[in-house]
């Protein structure tokens, strides 16, 4: 019994298959990446420089705002970096400016440029040209991603709290607590969902947190059945029996014992749930039903891409950004979808790309 | 010596990398009852399989020849008309070996339309006949039974009378009885072999052959003319039946033979106290009505009638049935897992149901559980550290790390484990393993009582000898008491100092071991007796 071999936890081992399928390993990394990129943002896209250095001073415009007055202008109002005066007078001998790869917020309108605008093609100022509105689209690309997988993430992380709340109650207790609840959920799941957000979008003035909270009251519903098989099944097991015999209480045992092993369906949920949340707002959005503008909303370039077809920047370079997303995180979730399928050998686990 | 009527010659069979049969020789003569014996993991089974081409994804080399064919070279369609019609087989777990949606008459007469010429009236009537002659009750009205609505061991007959349904030269059992009731595994048995022998007195040495897979070697001396032994892969020993259980050449042979466990009991003390006594323990579970009265009114079923239990300090105690006779349902309310409608437990003279939570929960650390199946009864993600130790962290939280931790690797000792496994994952132990695993999460508690759920019967005959050594070896160190549940008189039979026989739910007959076991008295017990040994 002398085994000198490193003792992997099932999770540990999970996570191995899991890298071995290096499509979906990479996706994973990529799409981290991406959104960890887009959380710095304002660092990568905005209006304003990172720093500046006028007459022996340094300003952080990033952080704070400064009046015109200060760089020379005559009026005590927000600085326009855009502006060609300030602009001249930053650049003057002994002052500088950093600013970001793309000088552009999603909301930023540059009253100064001599292209032809709303909307307005690729060229060297715009990278991607801009909207209807006149808005960079790739500034408004980085900060709709960076809304929608937050949003994704949240709905996501609220779903996986509540339904494995209500999965564990219904299949531990099982028997009449798991039929009332049951039934409850029946009704709770048949109103209509669409009907709901349509009469709340116009009641209440629309954003982000009225859809969050009217998704997140559904978006539990079909994996608190998926954790409930899970515990009804693994209840009766002998691990289980023997816990009670130890005289370990309920929640001790739904704990530590039930739930590390009924977490599969939910963890290879994950990026399919992340993926339905996104295109849930995309679809909103693109229905009018979402966010209103200035927000940034990929669901709203699609829509202004099908309203503008002679504009192909911008339905294209929206769909592309919503298609990589989705993408990244199908392929995530179907490498973890094999990772934690037992039927799978480990040998075969790598072949699959 | 005539021509064989199967012979397998040099096969191998690997998965990927892992070779799981090696340079098999093997021949069956016609008329001929053949054993394949084996632990898990010897190869039996997938030999088997390979004689019908029934394994996927294995690479096999070698021949086997049947009738101067040799089948692995014979493509799918070919080996089709060989399956069911010369080779029939039959599984160890009929209801799963059954289509579920179709009645067992339309089964076996698909069968036989399938091979042979016949009219669907034909055929029903050779059905009826077959399922006559198989022992199946009231045939006629049987014939349109679905599986699920016939209980297991009809179940099996249906499956036999399935596969006899094209006459076929050799009938591959793959661990036929496993599956089934003690009482019943004997009729089937002895169905086999009247079936078998009747196809031999019609066709000579023409007639129907058995290889029979199994790892029982009772039945292999009561079924087989010539046994032979497998070991990881390689036939090691083959034999008559009687040379090979009077004289075993190969090591693993005898080791196979000598794993039959013997009796072996410490007296108990005249007067010793009395640990536990269950009185007229009845426990009911409800049965839910149809429709609307079933949230007014409810049925029940009684699983257990007003059972009478004592068990004395040292004592071991058996309890006897087959499934469905409510043992399991005793054990649950000895360890108060489940309600129970009426009764008492005293244990050590307190009254169990009638004390408060926290003495309950007390009580626990005095009287625990080893469950059946080793690899339910360890939670996957929890390493040995953990699973033992978890009792310990409840019963005793006055305990320092430190001094948990040597109780951890004193408990593991006794059960043969060194401290190197303590962060081991349950995945990485065999079966025998794992149950020493779980008698170390219950005897780390220092219990007093320790009720024994079937502790061996998902292990391989010579673990299964082990274990029994260990929980002797244990009991007598410790003076423990033990409730034995099994369905197995063997393993009664080598630990028990009385035996309580239970039957639906009730306890027919009760007293030493030893005395039951010779004079049975009541006709079930008879019948269990007979049927075991």
Same mark, same amino acid.
């Given at each position: 019994?002398?085994q000198?071999?490193?003792?992997?936890?099932?999770?540990?081992?999970?996570?191995?298959?899991?890298?071995?399928?290096?499509?979906?390993?990479?996706?994973?990394?990529?799409?981290?990446?991406?959104?960890?990129?887009?959380?710095?943002?304002?660092?990568?896209?905005?209006?304003?420089?990172?720093?500046?250095?006028?007459?022996?001073?340094?300003?952080?415009?990033?952080?704070?705002?400064?009046?015109? /007055? &200060? +760089?020379g202008?005559? %009026?005590?109002?927000?600085?326009?970096?855009?502006?060609? =005066?300030?602009?001249?007078? *930053? !650049?003057k001998?002994?002052?500088f400016?950093?600013?970001p790869?793309?000088?552009?917020?999603?909301?930023?309108?540059?009253?100064?440029?001599?292209?032809?605008?709303?909307p307005?093609?690729?060229?060297?100022?715009?990278?991607?040209?801009?909207?209807?509105?006149?808005?960079?689209?790739?500034?408004?690309?980085?900060?709709?991603?960076?809304v929608?997988?937050?949003?994704?993430?949240?709905?996501?992380?609220?779903?996986?709290?509540?339904?494995?709340?209500?999965?564990a109650?219904?299949?531990?207790?099982?028997?009449k607590?798991?039929?009332?609840?049951?039934?409850?959920?029946?009704?709770?799941?048949?109103?209509?969902?669409?009907?709901?957000?349509?009469?709340?979008? /116009? &009641? +209440?003035?629309?954003? %982000?947190?009225?859809?969050?909270g009217?998704?997140?009251? =559904?978006?539990?519903?079909? *994996? !608190?059945?998926?954790?409930?098989?899970?515990?009804?099944?693994?209840?009766?097991?002998?691990?289980?029996?023997?816990?009670?015999?130890?005289?370990?209480?309920?929640?001790?045992i739904?704990?530590r014992?039930?739930?590390?092993?009924?977490?599969?369906?939910?963890?290879?949920?994950?990026?399919?749930?992340?993926?339905?949340?996104?295109?849930?707002?995309?679809?909103?959005?693109?229905l009018?039903?979402g966010?209103?503008?200035?927000?940034?909303?990929?669901?709203?370039?699609?829509l202004?891409?099908?309203?503008?077809?002679?504009a192909w920047?911008?339905?294209?370079?929206?769909?592309?950004?919503?298609?990589?997303?989705?993408?990244?995180?199908?392929?995530?979730?179907?490498?973890?979808?094999?990772?934690?399928?037992?039927?799978?050998?480990?040998?075969?686990?790598?072949?699959?790309? | 010596?005539t021509?064989?009527?199967?012979?397998?010659?040099?096969?191998?069979?690997r998965?990927?990398?892992?070779?799981?049969?090696?340079?098999?020789?093997?021949?069956?003569?016609?008329?001929?009852?053949?054993a394949?014996?084996?632990e898990?993991?010897?190869?039996?089974?997938?030999?088997?399989?390979?004689?019908?081409?029934?394994?996927?994804?294995?690479?096999?080399?070698?021949?086997?020849?049947?009738?101067?064919?040799?089948?692995?070279?014979?493509?799918?369609?070919?080996?089709?008309?060989?399956?069911?019609?010369?080779?029939?087989?039959?599984?160890?777990?009929?209801?799963?070996?059954l289509?579920?949606?179709?009645?067992?008459?339309?089964?076996?007469?698909?069968?036989?339309?399938?091979h042979q010429?016949?009219?669907?009236?034909?055929?029903?009537?050779?059905?009826?006949?077959?399922?006559?002659?198989?022992?199946?009750?009231?045939?006629?009205?049987n014939?349109?039974?679905?599986?699920h609505?016939?209980?297991?061991?009809?179940?099996?007959?249906?499956?036999?009378?399935?596969?006899?349904?094209?006459?076929?030269?050799?009938?591959?059992?793959?661990?036929?009885?496993?599956?089934?009731?003690?009482?019943?595994?004997?009729?089937?048995v002895?169905?086999l072999?009247?079936?078998?022998?009747?196809?031999?007195r019609?066709?000579?040495?023409?007639?129907?052959?058995?290889?029979?897979?199994?790892?029982d070697?009772?039945?292999?001396?009561?079924?087989?003319?010539?046994?032979?032994?497998?070991?990881?892969?390689?036939?090691?020993?083959?034999?008559?039946?009687?040379t090979?259980?009077?004289?075993?050449?190969?090591?693993?042979?005898?080791?196979?033979?000598?794993?039959?466990?013997e009796?072996?009991?410490?007296?108990?003390?005249?007067d010793?106290?009395?640990?536990?006594?269950?009185?007229?323990?009845?426990?009911?579970?409800?049965?839910?009505?149809?429709?609307?009265?079933?949230?007014?009114?409810?049925?029940?079923?009684t699983?257990l009638?007003?059972a009478?239990?004592?068990?004395?300090?040292?004592?071991?105690v058996?309890?006897?049935?087959?499934?469905?006779?409510?043992?399991?349902?005793?054990?649950?309310?000895?360890?108060?897992?489940?309600?129970?409608?009426?009764?008492?437990?005293?244990?050590?003279?307190a009254?169990?149901?009638?004390?408060?939570?926290?003495?309950?929960?007390?009580?626990?650390?005095?009287?625990?559980?080893?469950f059946?199946?080793?690899?339910?009864?360890?939670?996957?993600?929890?390493?040995?550290?953990?699973?033992?130790?978890?009792?310990?962290?409840?019963?005793?939280?006055?305990?320092?790390?430190?001094?948990?931790?040597?109780?951890?690797?004193q408990?593991l000792?006794?059960?043969?484990?060194s401290?190197?496994v303590?962060?081991?994952?349950?995945?990485?132990?065999?079966?025998?393993?794992?149950?020493?695993?779980?008698?170390?999460?219950?005897?780390v508690?220092?219990?007093?009582?320790?009720?024994?759920?079937?502790?061996?019967?998902a292990?391989?005959?010579?673990?299964?000898?082990?274990?029994?050594?260990?929980?002797v070896?244990?009991?007598?160190?410790?003076?423990?008491?033990?409730?034995?549940?099994?369905?197995?008189?063997t393993?009664?039979?080598?630990?028990?100092?009385r035996?309580?026989?239970?039957?639906?739910?009730?306890?027919?007959?009760?007293?030493?071991?030893?005395?039951?076991?010779h004079?049975?008295?009541?006709?079930y017990?008879?019948?269990?007796?007979?049927?075991?040994?």
């Amino acid at each position: 019994m002398s085994q000198v071999i490193p003792h992997l936890s099932p999770a540990r081992r999970n996570w191995q298959r899991f890298k071995r399928n290096r499509l979906g390993y990479w996706s994973l990394i990529v799409f981290v990446a991406l959104y960890v990129l887009s959380l710095a943002g304002e660092v990568i896209s905005n209006d304003r420089p990172l720093v500046v250095r006028y007459e022996q001073q340094w300003y952080f415009p990033l952080l704070n705002e400064y009046p015109e /007055s &200060i +760089f020379g202008g005559n %009026l005590p109002i927000k600085a326009d970096y855009h502006d060609p =005066f300030i602009k001249a007078q *930053l !650049s003057k001998a002994g002052n500088f400016a950093i600013y970001p790869l793309n000088p552009y917020y999603y909301d930023t309108l540059n009253y100064f440029s001599k292209a032809e605008h709303y909307p307005g093609k690729p060229d060297d100022e715009n990278l991607l040209g801009t909207d209807i509105a006149g808005y960079d689209i790739l500034a408004r690309l980085i900060y709709g991603f960076r809304v929608s997988v937050t949003f994704a993430l949240g709905l996501t992380a609220v779903g996986v709290v509540l339904g494995i709340f209500f999965g564990a109650v219904q299949g531990y207790f099982a028997g009449k607590t798991d039929l009332v609840i049951q039934r409850l959920i029946d009704i709770w799941g048949s109103m209509p969902e669409l009907y709901l957000l349509i009469i709340f979008a /116009s &009641i +209440f003035d629309h954003s %982000l947190l009225l859809l969050f909270g009217l998704l997140s009251l =559904f978006g539990w519903i079909t *994996l !608190s059945d998926y954790v409930r098989a899970e515990f009804l099944r693994n209840r009766q097991l002998e691990y289980v029996k023997s816990a009670r015999a130890l005289g370990l209480s309920n929640t001790q045992i739904i704990w530590r014992h039930i739930l590390p092993n009924s977490l599969t369906p939910v963890i290879t949920f994950l990026p399919f749930r992340m993926s339905a949340a996104i295109m849930a707002l995309a679809s909103l959005d693109f229905l009018g039903l979402g966010v209103t503008a200035p927000a940034p909303s990929l669901g709203q370039l699609l829509l202004q891409g099908k309203e503008n077809l002679d504009a192909w920047w911008i339905a294209l370079s929206s769909f592309s950004v919503l298609v990589l997303t989705l993408l990244l995180l199908t392929f995530t979730g179907e490498a973890l979808r094999n990772a934690l399928d037992t039927r799978i050998s480990d040998a075969r686990q790598g072949g699959t790309l | 010596m005539t021509q064989p009527l199967l012979s397998i010659e040099n096969f191998s069979a690997r998965f990927d990398q892992k070779t799981v049969v090696e340079q098999l020789n093997l021949t069956i003569q016609g008329g001929e009852r053949l054993a394949l014996v084996g632990e898990s993991g010897s190869g039996k089974t997938v030999t088997a399989l390979s004689i019908l081409k029934l394994v996927e994804a294995a690479q096999l080399s070698g021949k086997i020849v049947f009738n101067g064919e040799n089948l692995l070279q014979k493509s799918a369609r070919d080996i089709q008309r060989v399956r069911g019609a010369d080779i029939a087989m039959i599984f160890q777990e009929p209801m799963t070996a059954l289509n579920p949606l179709f009645t067992i008459g339309e089964q076996i007469v698909e069968t036989i339309i399938a091979h042979q010429a016949l009219s669907r009236a034909e055929a029903t009537q050779k059905t009826l006949e077959l399922l006559t002659r198989t022992g199946i009750r009231q045939p006629e009205k049987n014939i349109n039974s679905y599986p699920h609505q016939l209980s297991g061991g009809q179940r099996q007959r249906a499956m036999i009378a399935m596969a006899l349904s094209c006459k076929p030269k050799l009938l591959i059992a793959d661990e036929p009885t496993t599956a089934l009731d003690m009482t019943i595994r004997a009729r089937i048995v002895k169905l086999l072999i009247e079936l078998q022998e009747e196809d031999v007195r019609a066709n000579g040495t023409q007639g129907m052959a058995i290889l029979l897979i199994t790892h029982d070697l009772n039945l292999v001396r009561k079924f087989a003319h010539r046994v032979a032994v497998m070991e990881r892969g390689r036939l090691v020993e083959t034999a008559d039946t009687q040379t090979l259980f009077a004289q075993p050449q190969h090591p693993y042979t005898i080791k196979l033979i000598n794993s039959i466990p013997e009796r072996n009991v410490l007296p108990v003390a005249s007067d010793a106290k009395t640990l536990l006594e269950a009185r007229k323990l009845r426990v009911e579970y409800p049965l839910p009505r149809k429709g609307w009265r079933g949230l007014l009114q409810s049925h029940s079923f009684t699983a257990l009638h007003g059972a009478d239990v004592t068990l004395r300090e040292g004592e071991t105690v058996g309890i006897v049935g087959e499934s469905g006779s409510g043992k399991s349902t005793l054990a649950q309310a000895v360890l108060n897992l489940i309600k129970v409608k009426s009764g008492t437990i005293e244990v050590d003279g307190a009254p169990l149901y009638q004390l408060s939570k926290r003495l309950q929960r007390e009580m626990r650390a005095r009287l625990q559980v080893v469950f059946q199946d080793p690899f339910g009864s360890l939670s996957p993600r929890q390493t040995v550290r953990q699973i033992v130790g978890e009792g310990l962290e409840l019963h005793f939280p006055a305990l320092t790390a430190e001094e948990r931790y040597t109780r951890i690797v004193q408990v593991l000792s006794e059960v043969g484990l060194s401290a190197q496994v303590l962060d081991s994952y349950p995945h990485e132990f065999s079966g025998g393993q794992r149950q020493r695993i779980a008698i170390a999460r219950a005897f780390v508690l220092s219990p007093k009582v320790v009720i024994l759920d079937e502790p061996t019967s998902a292990l391989d005959v010579s673990i299964q000898k082990q274990v029994l050594e260990l929980l002797v070896s244990l009991q007598k160190k410790f003076g423990l008491s033990y409730l034995l549940i099994s369905h197995d008189l063997t393993v009664i039979q080598a630990l028990a100092h009385r035996v309580y026989v239970l039957k639906d739910g009730e306890i027919i007959e009760s007293g030493d071991t030893e005395q039951i076991i010779h004079t049975p008295q009541h006709p079930y017990t008879q019948s269990l007796v007979q049927a075991s040994l």
